[in-house]
């Protein structure tokens, strides 16, 4: 299976994560993260020197190649795994990968300490990267009993 992983660039376990599902023999896109822990905040400090706005800056050439190439890989992927913790981008990712009728699944990194019932989402929630390949190998109870695209 192609899998798209999604994550944090200051998350340092994404390339284990990735390693062990390549191990069970599942292709993975994680090239998003030789971009470095401080990519994001490069293109910000880079926007910002040369006066422009937020806004400005989505529509920098830099910004639409990052973009467009992050998502030529969603698009191919059969499935997305956001690993946890991770920010808004992350999010926004999985929820275009699950609108587009794609599994989407999430591993935590420990129990949340803030609960939301809108991880219901996801194709499967699980707490260890052991579970999420059971999940994957199709031999694993999913952790949420609904897809919710069909709820």
Same mark, same amino acid.
């Given at each position: 299976?192609?899998?798209?992983?999604?994550?944090?660039?200051?998350?340092?376990?994404? /390339?284990?994560? $990735?390693?062990?599902?390549?191990?069970?023999?599942?292709?993975?896109?994680?090239?998003?993260?030789?971009?470095?822990?401080?990519?994001?905040? =490069?293109?910000?400090?880079?926007?910002?020197?040369?006066?422009?706005?937020?806004? =400005?800056?989505?529509?920098?050439? $830099?910004?639409?190649?990052?973009?467009?190439?992050?998502?030529?890989?969603?698009?191919?992927?059969? $499935?997305?795994?956001?690993?946890?913790?991770?920010?808004?981008?992350?999010?926004? =990712?999985?929820?275009?990968?699950?609108?587009?009728?794609?599994?989407?699944?999430?591993?935590?990194?420990?129990? /949340?300490?803030?609960?939301?019932?809108?991880?219901?989402? $996801?194709?499967?929630?699980?707490?260890?990267?052991? =579970?999420?390949?059971?999940?994957?190998?199709?031999?694993?109870?999913?952790?949420?009993?609904?897809? /919710?695209?069909?709820?």
């Amino acid at each position: 299976m192609i899998l798209y992983l999604i994550g944090s660039l200051r998350q340092q376990h994404v /390339p284990d994560v $990735a390693n062990a599902l390549r191990q069970a023999g599942h292709e993975v896109y994680d090239d998003w993260f030789a971009g470095g822990r401080e990519a994001d905040d =490069e293109w910000q400090r880079y926007s910002k020197r040369r006066g422009q706005t937020f806004v =400005e800056a989505l529509e920098s050439w $830099a910004a639409k190649q990052v973009f467009e190439y992050d998502l030529k890989h969603l698009k191919r992927a059969q $499935a997305g795994v956001l690993v946890y913790p991770a920010g808004k981008s992350a999010h926004l =990712e999985l929820g275009w990968m699950i609108g587009q009728g794609k599994p989407g699944y999430i591993l935590l990194d420990k129990e /949340p300490e803030r609960w939301d019932v809108m991880l219901r989402f $996801a194709t499967g929630v699980y707490m260890t990267t052991d =579970e999420l390949l059971h999940a994957l190998s199709g031999a694993g109870r999913r952790s949420v009993d609904h897809a /919710p695209w069909n709820a």
